[in-house]
């Protein structure tokens, strides 16, 4: 089993549609959690950090729930530009301590359309 | 500041050929690291390291060397290029918060 998992897609919407992607992970030690986008052929970007009460940047929210292992993020009002991958991504922790090691989800595809 | 600065964008290797990938950054981060990425398999740590002297690999380090002699500088070195390390390659240095990338290497081994 992957650390970090998400469904790859691609999730194809119409222009101002609403849309959530989930990302579970398997080390209940994970200590941070990010929301990278990527554009074709270019190198990641961080989209936000997720925070344990949740937090929301414009059209943006991420939630974390610690309980079942998964974060989300949610885009509302969805853009043309909004078409990208979305990385999931965890701290990799072990034992008491944090490595520092970041671990990648395998990335979901948003495809919006006209 | 230029950021994460990685070379070359393009390189094409013959089976056995070595090389070094390239990356600088000028934001005094003690974190580095070398990620691969593959179709359908997202980003794989390669190497990683917390400081100068100091590396450890990552999930698949198979293949690669690295070296950290200064803050700034972290190179990947294939000894022996193989199909296998076709792939594209990101370097990235990192706060707690953020991971600043390179633009990448796009690397094909024939």
């Known amino acids: 089993r992957k650390e970090v998992e998400q469904d790859p897609g691609p999730f194809n919407v119409p222009e101002g549609a609403t849309v959530a992607f989930n990302c579970t992970y398997s080390?209940?030690?994970?200590?941070?959690f990010f929301w990278y986008r990527q554009d074709c052929r270019k190198e990641p970007k961080l989209l936000m950090s997720?925070?344990?009460s949740g937090n929301e940047d414009g059209r943006f929210t991420a939630q974390l729930n610690r309980a079942s292992q998964y974060i989300s993020l949610l885009i509302r009002d969805s853009k043309l530009s909004d078409s990208a991958t979305y990385l999931c991504?965890?701290?990799?922790?072990?034992?008491?301590?944090?490595?520092?090691?970041?671990?990648f989800g395998q990335g979901t595809t948003l495809q919006v359309k006209p | 500041n230029a950021g994460v600065t990685q070379t070359p964008k393009f390189q094409v290797l013959k089976t056995g050929q070595s090389m070094t990938l390239q990356c600088a950054q000028d934001?005094?981060?003690?974190?580095m690291s070398w990620y691969r990425q593959d179709p359908g398999m997202g980003l794989r740590l390669i190497h990683y390291?917390?400081?100068?002297?100091?590396?450890d690999q990552g999930e698949v380090p198979n293949g690669y060397n690295v070296s950290r002699s200064t803050t700034e500088d972290f190179p990947l070195r294939l000894l022996s290029a193989a199909p296998s390390q076709t792939s594209v390659y990101f370097c990235?240095?990192?706060?707690?918060?953020?991971?600043?990338f390179g633009s990448g290497t796009q690397l094909s081994v024939l």
């Open positions: 997720v925070y344990s």
């Open positions: 991504v965890v701290t990799h922790s072990r034992g008491s301590g944090n490595t520092g090691k970041l671990i």
């Open positions: 934001m005094n981060h003690e974190y």
């Open positions: 990235a240095s990192r706060t707690r918060e953020k991971l600043f």
């Open positions: 390291s917390v400081g100068a002297g100091i590396t």
């Open positions: 080390n209940s030690a994970s200590q941070s």
